[in-house]
């Protein structure tokens, strides 16, 4: 454990896995997340990417400005899916309930 | 390559340091006996099969990073519930690849074989689930018709409200995406393929004496054969020489929970609606649903619209599933086949492409054993009936009988 240096508390990823990761030649900040699992938490990469991004620049000899973000994926914070479920925008399809905002059978029978 | 080339599978604790899989930004080679075009699960099973099979001067060009198309945005499901005997035969091979993947490429790729629950909602899809069970059944796949009241013993926090009958076939499975291509990326560059990412390819150029010029963004590439796995963009590749390929790009879209303790055994699907959803040995309920009427496009935007109607039907399904948090959305394209089937083997007058492609957000789970199979084929041995079954031609000549549609594309 000594010396152990975390960049991405979520998943438990360190520096040395950072470094194994662009040792096999996974080294695009896309392939680094997936090697590695950095970003995949509930904070989805925003405490620890710019962490990982200068560490991958260091470790690569890029310039900072040459390592772009990673795909950032919705939603914006993680969301419950009793919530989702009551967009009305949801497509219904011809067995679901009936009425724009009809919802879930579940909290139809509470 | 040095003396610690990676023969072993130590690499798992981190501590040797192994030759790199991809290439990075060195030269292209000038020539190749093969060149195979799309670094996905497809083209590196392939190269890793030719590879091994002692082909020398095998070359793979991926557009952008490894994993970037859709084998790096499916989700995870291997099954060997189809429609037709050929695609059930071959998920049976496909499945016993995917138990001897850790052991054979030395990747763990948390395959968990917690079986498949079709779930129907009407004597249809009922009646539909019972003649496939009948055809899987001959092929020795135990499949099995189940009361709504059994499909509960499986999965207790089912609401049935609306189920009138399930199957399920106990040795359907998942597994990890991700670490299957490095698996067969890795192995594949230790056989002595070479990988090379962030290669766009541009032209093909055909020679006279047989073979083509890959031309890309980073240099030439003679190639004495080229196979077209780029899934999606097949058409794209194959337009580059005329051959017309009659797949198209359907986005499905797809999303990832918060990761929970380990509860649901079978990946959950639902006719009515392609829902699906299964839990990975992360812990997260990864699922989707077919919104019917979508356009063909290369687009891979994330919508309001599918997180809605994926919770709404997910939580209807499994209502206790309504406080568990959504923690990322994305998508990727199937490349969607007229009949359903792949298309595979050399194209009709141009001998030397060859195609892998058509799998309809299938070739994730078609991979392991098409791989095998083209790599048994193009290493001098007798082609598998897939090659002359799923041609090209039966497209526009009627070699294939209308009976081999494949109809249970779901999810």
Known sequence: MAGKIVLCRCEDVTLADLEHSVSRGYRDIEEVKRYTGFGT????????????????????GQAP????????????????LRLLARDPGAYRFPDDPEGPDAPPESERKR | MDEEEDTSRADVSGEVRLPATLEGAGPLPEAAEIVIVGGGVVGLSIAYHLAKGGLEDVVVV??????????????????????????????????????RFAVDLGVNVWFRQGGYLFLARNAAEVARLEKNIALQNRCGVATRMLEPRQALEIVPELDLTGIVGASYNPT??????????W??????????ARIFTQTPVSGLEPQKAGGYVVHTARGAIRARRVINATGAWSPRLGAMIGVQIPTYPIRHEICSSEPLKPFLRPMVSELASGLYCSQSMRGEIVGGVTIPGHESTYG?????????????????????????????QWAG???????GNPILGAVPGHPDFFLA?????HGFMMAPIVGKLYGEWLTGGPPHEIFSRYTLGRFTDGSTPPHDKEDFNIG
């Open chain 1, 65 to 80: 400005s040459a390592i772009p973000p990673f795909t950032s994926r919705p939603p914006l914070a993680p969301t419950p």
């Open chain 2, 357 to 361: 492609c058509g799998f309809v957000g």
């Open chain 2, 183 to 192: 698996g067969y990326a890795r192995q594949a560059a230790s056989h002595g």
């Open chain 1, 41 to 60: 938490g509930p904070c989805q990469g925003k405490e620890c990417l710019a962490a990982v991004a200068t560490q991958l620049a260091l470790l690569t």
């Open chain 2, 62 to 99: 991926e557009r952008g990073y490894l994993a970037e198309g859709a084998s790096g945005r499916n989700g995870g499901g291997v099954r060997q519930q189809w429609s037709t005997e050929l695609n059930i035969r071959l998920m049976q091979e496909s499945v016993e690849l995917c138990r």
């Open chain 2, 300 to 328: 891979m935007g994330s919508t309001m619209q599918f997180l809605a109607t994926y919770a709404r039907r997910l939580v209807r399904l499994m209502p206790i599933l309504g406080d568990i948090k959504i923690l990322r």
């Open chain 2, 333 to 339: 394209p199937y490349d969607q086949s007229p009949d």
């Open chain 2, 172 to 181: 359907d499975g998942i597994l990890f995406p991700w670490p299957f291509l």
